[in-house]
């Protein structure tokens, strides 16, 4: 069934936590809700809004359990065209980054987790951005909110970290996303914001072209407790918006902007139909060879959605 952006509810929205028993007012002053925000007309079309399943490793595997791991994601059944419909990224611990890049399906590609903002050289234990082109991984997730929470990576290192791995040929996945207690005292907007400003302010308008941005609620991460499809779309709307307002519309319309918090095979396909959220990062459920591959089909729905 064709996409219809015209029956949604207009005007201020109040979207709660799943399951965690409360309600906030989430919007913003002056924003009024997902309307006259573009859909994701076009997403198959050369170019634009391709679904995007990123999978967040993590610091998880053993030698034996990744070479599992990748031979069932190998022998996943998709019913998409991972060359064409979707773009499939993932993301295993920095030392399995070589073997899954050689073992992997050819029609996945791997990402880094992390990443070193400065040329290779006296940095012990540290991984620069040129190591992961050199080895053929062209792709890295950066400020997830583990790092930004235990790390102590601001929004102005990730800003950075996103500038330079953009510099130095990689595709960047930086994420954002709001804390439970933000979320109840009404900040979610003001936490995006100040989150987006920084790498806003780094980046130039083909920089954009090299990311996709993973909106990740932190209280939605490792806790099964997902946003609710018109939660996100909430927030991924008030994101297109911001981006055609502080940066360009252009980059509005083209940016694709995941989902991440406790995304499984049983919810994958019901988000993935509302019409800002352009995939997901997926942590847990990447583990699972069978998981993930369905996960990657539900960019069938989002399409025949778009
Ligand atoms: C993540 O870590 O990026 C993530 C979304 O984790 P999970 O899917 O397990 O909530």
Redesign the pocket.
Request: glycine share 24%.
């Given at each position: 069934m064709p996409r219809n952006t015209s029956n949604r509810t207009p005007g201020r929205v109040l979207l709660g936590v799943a399951a965690v028993a409360t309600s906030t007012h989430l919007l913003a002053p002056g924003f009024t809700g997902p309307q006259g925000v573009s859909s994701r007309i076009g997403r198959t079309a050369l170019g634009a809004r391709r679904f995007f399943i990123?999978g967040?490793w993590?610091a998880n595997g053993s030698p034996d359990s990744v070479k599992q791991l990748v031979e069932d994601l190998n022998a996943g059944k998709l019913e998409v065209d991972a060359t064409k419909d979707v773009e499939v990224v993932c993301a295993p611990p920095f030392v399995y980054l070589s073997q899954v890049k050689d073992s992997l399906r050819k029609d996945y590609e791997v990402a880094a987790q992390n990443m070193w903002d400065k040329a290779p050289g006296a940095w012990t234990g540290e991984t620069p951005a040129a190591m992961l082109n050199e080895i053929g991984v062209n792709w890295v997730?950066l400020g997830?909110?583990?790092r930004r929470e235990n790390c102590g990576e601001t929004s102005e290192v990730v800003a950075a970290k996103t500038k330079f791995a953009i510099e130095n040929g990689l595709k960047t996945m930086p994420?954002i996303g709001e804390k439970l207690e933000e979320r109840e005292s009404g900040k979610t907007f003001d936490v995006l914001d100040e989150q987006m400003k920084p790498i806003a302010a780094a980046l130039s308008g083909d920089d954009w072209d090299s990311v996709v941005l993973?909106y990740?609620p932190v209280w939605?991460?490792?806790?099964?407790k997902?946003a609710t499809p018109d939660q996100a779309e909430e927030v991924h709307a008030y994101l297109r918006k911001w981006l055609a307002d502080n940066v360009s519309q252009k980059v509005s319309d083209s940016v694709r902007i995941l989902y991440?918090?406790?995304?499984?095979d049983a919810n994958s396909e019901e988000l993935g139909q509302k019409p800002n959220i352009d995939g997901?990062?997926?942590?847990?459920?990447?583990l699972k060879g069978d998981s993930f591959t369905t996960i990657v089909n539900s960019a069938k729905a989002a399409m025949s959605s778009a």
């Open positions: 990123g967040n993590k997730i997830h909110s583990e994420c993973a990740e939605a991460i490792g806790t099964g997902v991440g918090g406790s995304v499984n997901f990062l997926v942590g847990g459920a990447s």
